[in-house]
């Protein structure tokens, strides 16, 4: 099949790549996994928040961080090194059961679809889902394909601070709503055939990695432009600083770490 080939990761990706840096993590037929992709430039504590969060809820056996280089047909100039970010989504991450991957790099494709697509055909019985947060499910009518990716997998949606008071009615919300199930019935979601999405409420991080990436790009005499709060994992990347930081949220992020707060 077309997807069953790896290339290799180009040179001007990264020379500090290690072989499990690209390659598909560990799994067996039967196996609950949820796929939480982005530039993780930087990583923050409310992406592991809402890991931890869908897992819990879902009852995940591991959920994999899919670090993307980048959209090959944008520029890609301003975002820190793929090695880098995924060092530093490791560090934040510190779970048994989450596996950090550049697999996106190895697999030649280009967008979210082409990879869950490559993932399912790779992996076959593993019970995919994937995880977004509310102000992706916003603008998801923008990604590539976004039908084809709710037909391949289901999608769980995780609670935002403020996107998540109108995220459902956006376009996505709107056309999907048919196959939305109930909060309470989440745990099904990894054994239900797609389409077919949840909303998780209980997570309420201001934490932005586009936020934080202006922060550290603000000159000593003013603020930057306005950088759009939308992230869009097949739109361009956004300009980032060369080294990618970890960023710590507030306590109820940190409480989720070690099993209690959330819903």
Known sequence: MAYDSLRSVPAREDTALRRRDYRVPPHAPGMRIGLFGGTFDPPHEAHLAACLLAMRRLQLDRVWWLVTPGNPLKNTAGLAPLAERIAAARTLARHPRIAVTGVEAAVGVRYTYDTVRYLVTRCPGVRFVWIMGADNLRSFHRWNNWRGIASLVPIV???????????????????????????????????????????????????????????????????????????????????????????????????????????
């Not at 797609?194 to 000593?220: D, E, I, N, V, Y």
């Open 157 to 263: 949606v995780v609670d935002r601070l403020g996107p998540s008071l109108y995220a459902s009615a956006g376009v996505a919300g709107r056309a999907l709503d048919f196959a939305r199930i109930k909060e309470e019935k989440a745990v099904r979601l990894p054994f239900l055939k797609p389409p077919a999405w949840a909303f998780l409420h209980g997570l309420k991080s201001p934490l932005s990695s586009t936020q934080l990436r202006a922060k550290r790009r603000t000159p000593p005499w003013g603020d930057p432009d306005p950088v759009p709060e939308d992230h869009d994992p097949d739109a361009a990347a956004e300009p980032a600083a060369p080294v990618p930081v970890v960023a710590r949220a507030h306590e109820p992020e940190r409480n989720l770490r070690r099993g209690v707060g959330g819903g």
